[in-house]
């Protein structure tokens, strides 16, 4: 379908047009879908993982199968990088020989066992925790799936990944609702609370968190949509507006603070790209200002119906343990490098070195700090390919800054997912989550979504004539 204005043909985004759906989309739209019921949980014991990893396998057949050089050239930083961390997490796999993985820091204790037990000339991979690095690999899979299948989609296509997960976001969201209302709906044994979909309320949150760039493309692209661009304008900001009880609710004091920055992210972006326009500059500020008291007013009404579960939760900050957790990991982390203590092995190996004074009933299952985390288990490898992703990141988010047209929204709509994760994973393990890490590789090929031709020529804004 094509539209003619300003002088020159361009085609608007046509969504709900499935017989134009490519079958590299459909396969991701599905799979997302399967993923947002089986993979809201980080633990590797959740019966969902049996219908999960297997589709994530024939998911990425499918992906390896179908594509192209086009993809691959495009996308070959990100593609290596995420198969870098696959490679990694199977290089701690493979068996070493005793005089090998024996010299290896922190393997002493395990060789001590070995020797008390008659094993000593047995092979051991690197890793210190065989199963728990299995575990690692397999989840792998769901991201790598996602990855390679997205960056095989067209410019059309990929919108419509962003308005389906956009979809997929809000239903977690609406659950949290109908949770926090005392439904007792849940897919998982533990109660999750306000979760949603999800078993974690953090994630549930952080989730909520990544609507906030998603939304702000969706509304900056509004003008190419076939659909009215008022619409898309009301729906993107009365949605954006809910967002912010649906994260209170969930009582997630992390999810909070990232809400805040992701909110503010958003503002920063949209306000610098109406700002271009003076046609319609002083009537976007309006917009924004009036969204921005909206926002702090959903605030006050949360709290004046006490459903302000994350703020009450700052009174029992100085509970977390999150700090003492660090401090120890910090403590220990040097014994283990420079190779680390295996990919997935936090928990067995946290539990060499917990301090007696941080023994409870319950065990520590993650350090609430995955780039601390990968420090530890990853070792120097693990921190080069970190910090391999955090400069290609630096790079692509200039770019982003500067993208006109469509792709420009999409690519920081894709920064914004990331920093999201990345600020997230500070204080948490999001990515952990099945969901969560397959936005994250979607997320990747947004933000480097390539230009189309004409890009170069069209406005930024959301109102500029298609």
Not at 250 to 267: D, K
Not at 314 to 334: H, K, M, N
Not at 353 to 369: I, K, S, T
């Amino acid at each position: 379908m094509m539209q003619t204005g300003a002088g020159k043909s361009t085609e608007r985004l046509v969504i709900l047009k499935p017989s134009d759906w490519s079958p590299q989309l459909v396969v991701l739209c599905v799979f997302f879908a399967v993923l947002f019921i089986t993979g809201g949980s980080s633990r590797y014991d959740v019966p969902h993982l049996v219908v999960l990893r297997p589709l994530a396998i024939c998911v990425l057949g499918f992906a390896l199968a179908t594509i192209n050089a086009g993809a691959w050239r495009t996308y070959r930083p990100a593609i290596l990088l995420f198969a870098s961390a696959f490679a990694l997490t199977a290089l701690h796999l493979i068996p070493l020989p005793p005089h090998i993985w024996q010299a290896l820091p922190g393997r002493q204790i395990i060789a001590d066992i070995d020797a008390m037990a008659g094993l000593k000339d047995i092979w051991r991979p690197l890793t210190m925790f065989p199963e728990g690095t299995w575990n690692a690999f397999y989840a792998l899979t769901v991201p790598l799936a996602a990855l390679l299948l997205a960056a095989q989609l067209n410019q059309r296509d990929v919108v419509r990944l962003l308005v389906w997960v956009t979809a997929l976001s809000l239903v977690t969201g609406l659950v949290g609702v109908l949770q926090a209302a005392g439904s007792g709906i849940g897919l998982y044994h533990l109660d999750p609370g306000n979760a949603g979909l999800f078993a974690n309320r953090n994630h549930q949150a952080v989730m909520l968190a990544c609507l906030f760039p998603m939304l702000g493309a969706l509304a900056m692209s509004a003008s190419r949509f076939s659909i009215s661009a008022r619409a898309v304008l009301i729906v993107s900001a009365a949605v954006t507006i809910m967002l912010i009880p649906l994260i209170l609710v969930t009582g997630s004091r992390m999810g909070m603070v990232i809400a805040v920055l992701a909110f503010i992210y958003t503002g920063t972006i949209s306000l610098w790209q109406v700002v271009g326009q003076r046609r319609h500059a002083y009537y976007s500020l309006t917009l924004l200002a009036a969204g921005l008291a909206t926002a702090v007013a959903m605030v006050l009404v949360t709290i004046y119906t006490a459903r302000d579960e994350a703020i009450d939760r700052l009174d029992t900050a100085d509970e977390d343990l999150r700090w003492q957790f660090w401090e120890s990991v910090v403590a220990f982390l040097p014994q283990y490098l420079p190779w680390g203590s295996g990919v997935g092995s936090f928990v067995p190996v946290y539990q060499i070195h917990e301090p007696d004074g941080m023994l409870m009933p319950q065990y520590v299952n993650q350090a609430h700090n995955d780039w601390l985390d990968l420090a530890l288990t990853s070792g120097v490898p693990g921190m080069i390919l970190a910090a391999i992703a955090v400069a290609a990141f630096a790079r692509a988010m200039g770019a982003a800054l500067v993208a006109p047209g469509v792709t420009g929204h999409i690519r920081r709509a894709g920064i914004g997912t990331i920093l999201v994760l990345a600020f997230a994973s500070l204080s948490d393990y999001p990515l952990r989550t099945p969901i969560l890490a397959a936005v994250l590789a979607v997320a990747v090929i947004w933000a480097w979504a390539p230009l189309r031709p004409n890009e170069n020529e069209e406005s930024k804004g959301p109102y500029a004539q298609a």
